[in-house]
């Protein structure tokens, strides 16, 4: 087979599971959670990093923002054997009382974004692997940690995610929004892989505080980027048990 063209990547290169977050910076940080780790291929977006946490060989691949790029590194990683996904990502919460920091395990994404409805209609359901769900929910209930559990929406503007998008989405239950999810859970089933998602809240969009609107020279709040390594934590721990 020949190398991937996005990722830089060869059959055999990878792990069968992969913690995929969006900013390549986070790659490093969760590596850093790994007792072991080698840097495998960067190219735009993609950062890979090989590693090893408590025995179990794993890989880390940042996907970039927004599902065209996440679908891209799940197709490629898919082409050369990975077939396990965990998206390790930020969010922001769509219902009152979510907190910065907060943690949300995805049951479901609305696919209000482009990519997913290029491989199939929006009929079809953007969900995670039931063993890959209740792995993240079961490392979290070991680890005493409190985890918002239920659907999320997958859309592809975020400086065009209006007053009347982020009622509807309450409205609907919806608990946050973010922009990879729903291409990558829907790309997985597709291909009879299994994927899931936890992710930190960096901002609540009903109560004002936008990711960006209570920050200086930093992405994320202090309070989301110190939580950011705890989701790391429940990931890896998942991962051990998939």
């Not at 077939?83 to 979510?98: D, K, M, N, P, Y």
């Not at 479901?108 to 769900?133: C, F, I, M, Q, W």
Request: charged share 25%.
């Amino acid at each position: 087979m020949a190398t991937q063209p996005h990722l830089l990547v060869d059959d055999g290169d990878l792990t069968d599971i992969a913690l995929i977050p969006g900013d390549p910076g986070r790659v490093d940080r969760i590596a850093d959670h790994c007792d072991e780790s080698e840097t495998i291929a960067q190219n735009r977006e993609y950062k890979i990093v090989n590693a090893t946490y408590e025995g179990r060989e794993l890989t880390i691949c940042s996907t970039g923002i927004g599902c065209p790029s996440a679908a891209i590194a799940i197709e490629e990683m898919a082409n050369v054997g990975v077939e396990t996904f965990l998206r390790v990502g930020t969010t922001g919460a769509l219902q009152s009382g979510i907190e910065i920091g907060d943690m949300i395990v995805a049951t479901g994404a609305a696919k209000h974004e482009g990519t997913s409805k290029r491989y199939e209609a929006t009929e079809y359901p953007a969900v995670p692997d039931y063993d890959v769900l209740s792995a993240l929910v079961d490392s979290a209930e070991a680890n005493d940690e409190d985890v918002h559990v239920g659907p999320i929406v997958s859309d592809d503007a975020f400086y065009a995610e209006t007053d009347e998008h982020v009622t509807d989405w309450e409205d609907a239950g919806m608990l946050a929004v973010e922009m990879e999810a729903a291409a990558v859970f829907s790309l997985a089933r597709r291909k009879g892989l299994r994927a899931g998602a936890i992710c930190t809240v960096d901002g609540n969009l009903v109560e004002g505080t936008q990711k960006g609107t209570d920050t200086e020279d930093d992405e994320l709040p202090d309070k989301a980027k110190n939580n950011v390594g705890r989701a790391i934590d429940l990931s890896l721990e998942a991962a051990t048990e998939l």
